[in-house]
């Protein structure tokens, strides 16, 4: 079974300072590995999708994530952070390299808040 | 390019009741998955259906049942409420089943008393 773990529910930055949100997965086999994004009163927005052509994986609003199979981490990253990325950020995984049908497992989120 | 569309938005039932919540894909996609986010937590994987069958399903209850329609519409249809049923259900459409890559809807925010 595959699992997620998001370390911290809260993460407060400054605009223009570095986003930074952390992700460990656990899986038996290579997994897919996905962040989407959740604001306020929407549904979520795929951000990015690491599938092991690359490593890095570049999303979109100008964020991106590694892929670090040694440190089993996805974590996702943003140069400078500017105040409409507020918003709840989810890890997930899959198993599931398209051929078959399975849902994603996600983590608990992570709260991101932008201090002017 | 019209997106995923859910109904009702909010709901109230209470303890024993059925409910049924509605959703319409995004134009083109077949694939179809049910997601239920209690507060505070991430989605949670209720089932997936594809070409009109179920064929995926995450750790809930046969209480929890599905239609997918010709069209790509699909239903959540929960028998026999209880409280800790409270929470967003999440549809999302995809156009080819297990790519992970999921168009949400807003939700339907359903409350049991």
């Not at chain 1, 997994?31 to 927005?45: A, C, D, I, K, T």
């Not at chain 1, 400078?80 to 918003?87: F, G, K, L, P, T």
């Not at chain 2, 409420?81 to 080819?96: I, T």
């Amino acid at each position: 079974a595959q699992s997620v773990t998001q370390l911290g529910s809260h993460v407060s930055v400054s605009e223009g300072a570095l986003v930074l949100l952390r992700c460990n997965y656990s899986s038996s086999v290579p997994p897919y590995l996905f962040w989407y994004v959740q604001y306020p009163n929407q549904g979520l927005q795929l951000l990015l999708k690491y599938t092991s052509a690359a490593t890095l994986v570049k999303g979109i609003n100008g964020f991106e994530a590694e892929f670090k199979k040694s440190e089993t981490s996805f974590h996702l990253t943003k140069p400078s952070a500017h105040m409409s990325d507020a918003a709840e950020y989810f890890c997930a995984v899959s198993l599931y390299s398209g051929g078959g049908a399975d849902g994603l497992t996600f983590g608990k989120g992570t709260h991101l808040i932008i201090q002017p | 390019e019209t997106g995923v569309t859910q109904s009702p938005t909010h709901l109230i039932k209470t303890r024993g009741q059925q409910v049924t919540l509605r959703c319409s894909s995004q134009s083109g996609h077949n694939t179809v998955s049910w997601y239920q986010q209690a507060l505070g937590q991430g989605p949670q994987f209720i089932f997936q259906y594809y070409r009109e069958e179920e064929n995926g399903r995450g750790n809930f209850p046969p209480r929890f049942s599905g239609l997918q329609f010709p069209n790509y519409s699909s239903e959540l249809n929960v028998n026999a409420l209880e409280l800790d049923d409270s929470a967003l259900y999440l549809c999302a459409s995809s156009r080819r089943q297990g790519s992970g890559e999921l168009f949400f809807g807003e939700g339907s925010r359903l409350t049991v008393l």
